[in-house]
């Protein structure tokens, strides 16, 4: 394990995509971190800032086909591509695509496709800092995965034997490359449901959450770039389920979730690495829980961040301090 004060040297693998260039941008200001290599296959050759005006004076990188090794590399790739990339390299190394997430058969079942048997930790910060520290895989959460189990964890237990839930999702989370349902005309004025009661992160939410639950998820696509909103009925106090105290409590001190007694908004997460939580009380001993993050911070790219820290034993929200944006 390296000392507290440690500088250590990072690659990312996928910059033109939004979760790459999400993950640069918490990662150009950490404070002990250096970013030596990024990669954009159609756009070696160009200066990152060339790619994303965003970065102009924050950064000289050059984006390539390959990068030299580093102590921490990020892999911000498809389904599919983490995983070929995966056992040749060497130091630490964060996926944020959905290679590494669920054991066998679950992951075939999910996503279409085998993958190795190699041990990875699954990284949702709330499930335990010291479980993180020192690791050498990390399997970064789904953004739907992120909301639900945020939302459901308090309850670990004595979760009902059916949860349902919805969700709402920017485009963002369908990645840079346009497709007939994720382009914005498609979008635009519209909500879709789509992979009804069979999205692949229901699988990661289950297992996070303690399982012995199922998991109903209706998934929709929504007029939005960035954000996600999920909503939870469950139990309420009346019978020892979900409240504004119960939930207070759990996630006290954590300092990238804020509980709060009402309906989370998304301008108040846009942009940044938190996730609000509501727990309303109705009548009839019943709740909703809802839980509000921007898929691409939370969700993704300030999430494999915050895993970084935990690898490192550094705080978790170190490099994850600043506001966010003012609509």
Known sequence: MRSADSIVSVNVYGASGYTGAETLRWLLGHPRVRVVGATANKHAGKRLDALWPQFVGATD???????APADVTFLCLPHGEASKLAPG?????????????????AHSAAYGFPRATDPWIYGLPELGHERMRGATRVANPGCFATALALALLPMRG??????????????????????????????AENLRPYK???????????????AGFALDFVPMSAPLRRGILVTVPLPGSAGGGASFENYRAFYDGNPL????????????????????????AGPDGRAVV???????????????VANLNLVMGWPVDLGLR???PVP
Not at 61 to 67: F, K
Not at 173 to 181: E, I, K, M, R
Not at 204 to 209: I, L, Q, R, T
């Open 61 to 67: 990188l050059v984006l390539g086909t390959e990068v």
């Open 89 to 105: 390299l060497t130091g630490t190394v964060i996926d944020l695509s959905g290679d590494h997430r669920l054991p066998e058969p």
């Open 158 to 187: 004595a979760l009902p034997a059916v949860v349902t839930a919805v969700g709402l999702t920017g485009s963002t989370g369908s990645g840079a490359t346009p497709t007939p349902t994720t382009h914005h005309p498609a979008r």
């Open 196 to 210: 009804v009661l069979e999205h692949q992160h229901v699988p990661e939410v289950v297992a996070a959450c303690g």
């Open 257 to 280: 979730v804020r509980v709060l007694p009402t309906p989370p908004d998304l301008h108040g997460v846009l942009g940044s690495p938190r996730a609000d939580l509501g727990v309303v």
């Open 290 to 304: 809802f839980c509000a993050i921007d898929n691409l911070c939370r969700g993704a790219g300030s999430q494999a």
């Open 322 to 324: 600043s506001l966010p």
